[in-house]
């Protein structure tokens, strides 16, 4: 169940419906953006993109994803991990450093 639409909770979503008439719209600026690259075509890749850019705004507008950063207020990795730390203590943060370490020497 898609926590979006308010499935499984008592919660109404009035933005659902245009977030998702974003989307198809976002979806529709890509399938005429692809057209356009293969024909090589810059004004309707430019127009495709155009339209891109719009359903976008108005994706983030509707469900209030515009902030300083321009994605909203959505938590970086770093920011959970300290939440984290916060709630299990520190054991949890030096699971992770050594996580990284290893991951990243491989």
Avoid: H
């Avoid at 008592?10 to 998702?20: F, I, P, R, W």
């Avoid at 991990?81 to 054991?91: D, E, K």
Wanted: positive net charge.
């Amino acid at each position: 169940t898609s926590s979006l639409s308010g499935g499984g909770t008592n919660v109404k979503v009035s933005y659902l419906g245009e977030m998702e008439k974003a989307a198809k719209d976002f979806e529709k600026g890509q399938k005429a953006l692809v057209k356009a690259l293969g024909k090589k075509d810059q004004q309707a890749s430019s127009k495709a993109l155009e339209q891109m850019a719009e359903a976008l705004q108005a994706y983030r507008t509707s469900g209030k994803l515009l902030g300083p950063d321009g994605g909203g207020d959505i938590p970086s990795v770093d920011e959970i991990r300290r939440s984290a730390c916060r709630v299990q203590g520190r054991s949890f943060e030096k699971k992770i450093l050594d996580r990284d370490a290893r991951v990243k020497s491989t």
